[in-house]
């Protein structure tokens, strides 16, 4: 693809995730309200349904994410982007006249089913991107995604108040429906479809990519990158509440999220440039390291500003932690699988945003909330291993491998 394309493509795709971001997370502040409205009165069954139609959008999009994979790669990225696109507009559009907890619950298990639509962005602009760029257009694909999820909330918030809950959820149809036309209309690609001499299963498909290093211990990597972060996030709140005595609590925990979102938003591009110039495993192994050592000493803070700098400090780690897993997929992807390898990458995603939760409020209730900073350090901690030992020898190996070829391509040519 040339040069004017993919950069194209980029900045298009980077607009229509910072909508489809914005428009996916207006919602989360007031689910359990949106619940009250459809006649759950009782404080515990919110309680329960909240966590159940929460969770159910992740526990589809996790067993969907392969398929989706595949069929990109067997009839293009841009048809990906339009099938989620233009379905989710549709069900979150359908959401705003469920009339029970029961009609929530089945539309959220329909829109986790034919969501997708950041990883196939990821999919197209990797595929179109020169590999050289490869981590700077990840990075700024990230920073577009980060920054809807932070306005997101805050726009759904104010939306809610002045609009009333179900006339949100017609907001985010619209506003998907408006991303996937930018999609439809300026979005290029050039897609060769290649014909499979075998036809293969999912299971088969995932032996094949898992078999080739490092990807599985990639795979578990973003895993443990979710579980562990994303474990904290719904206990937040009640943390912030322990450290300030202030009335305006779900103003104080709404910002302790948003500058961690502002931070991962401004030093997504810069990393990503610097992971092309000295390697993504180099950048990946130092924002997971960076990432565990500022984990540690939130467990002990006692003054909410200081959670603050620290949640700032994280956030300018995490800007290196997914374009350079990404980068890195893209670079190990068997040839042809390269959407598919990205599917199971994000169903690892997905995994780890169900289970980290699950985890993080089991552990709490036992240990007590400072005790997950600790855990999510020691699985940082852990992801530095298997980045250290399993990821950054084998690509070294495979670099220098390219290097001796190139080298001998050269001498042949000057013979």
């Known amino acids: 693809m040339d040069q004017t394309n ?20 207006m919602i989360i502040p007031f689910l359990p309200l949106y619940l ?81 639509f950041i990883p196939a962005a990821i999919a197209l602009i990797s595929m179109s991107t020169p590999k050289k760029q490869m981590g700077y257009s990840l990075g700024m694909l990230q920073a577009g995604a980060v920054a809807g999820g932070i306005c997101g909330p805050l726009f759904g918030g104010v939306m809610a108040d002045l609009m009333g809950f179900r006339m949100i959820f017609y907001v985010t149809g619209v506003t998907i429906l408006i991303a996937a036309l930018g999609v439809l209309f300026l979005v290029k690609e050039k897609f060769e479809r290649k ?30 990158v979710q579980c562990a972060l994303i474990g904290i996030n719904p206990l937040l709140s009640l943390f912030v509440q322990e450290l300030t005595t202030s009335q305006n609590l779900a103003f104080y925990a709404g910002l302790a999220m948003s500058v961690m979102g502002f931070a ?17 495993q180099y950048v990946l192994v130092f924002a997971l390291l960076g990432a565990a050592l500022i984990s540690f000493p939130q467990a002990f803070v006692q003054s909410y500003w200081t959670l603050l700098i620290f949640r700032f400090l994280l956030g300018l780690c995490l800007g290196g932690l997914l ?57 940082l901690m852990i992801n530095v291993m298997i980045v250290n030992f399993k990821v950054i020898p084998f690509i070294n190996k495979k670099n220098r491998e390219n290097l001796n070829e190139d080298k001998k391509k050269a001498a042949g040519e000057s013979i």
Not at 266 to 278: E, Q
């Open 36 to 116: 009250q409205e459809l006649g759950v009165t009782d404080s515990q069954a919110v309680s329960r349904w909240s966590g159940l139609i929460f969770g159910a959008n992740f526990l589809t999009a996790f067993l969907f994410a392969p398929l989706w994979g595949k069929l990109a790669d067997k009839y293009g990225r841009k048809s990906m982007l339009l099938r989620s696109g233009f379905g989710m507009a549709v069900v979150l559009t359908l959401t705003g006249f469920a009339t029970g907890p029961w009609s929530l619950l089945l539309l959220r298990l329909l829109n986790g089913m034919i969501s997708g």
């Open 264 to 280: 991962n938003m401004s030093a997504s591009p810069l990393l990503g440039r610097l992971s092309d110039r000295k390697g993504h």
């Open 195 to 224: 014909t499979e001499t075998v036809k293969t299963n999912t299971l088969q498909d995932f032996k094949k990519i898992a078999s080739t290093s490092p990807i599985l211990s990639l795979y578990i990597v973003f895993f443990i």
């Open 6 to 25: 993919w950069k194209r493509n980029l900045y298009i795709l980077m607009v229509c995730q910072f909508f489809v971001m914005a428009a996916m997370t």
């Open 323 to 379: 374009p350079s897993i990404n980068s890195l997929l893209r670079h190990l992807a068997p040839k042809g699988m390269e959407s598919r390898t990205y599917g199971f990458s994000n169903s690892f995603m997905y995994l780890g945003t169900m289970i980290g939760p699950i985890g993080g409020g089991w552990l709490a209730s036992i240990a007590g909330i400072r005790s997950l900073f600790i855990a999510s350090a020691i699985l």
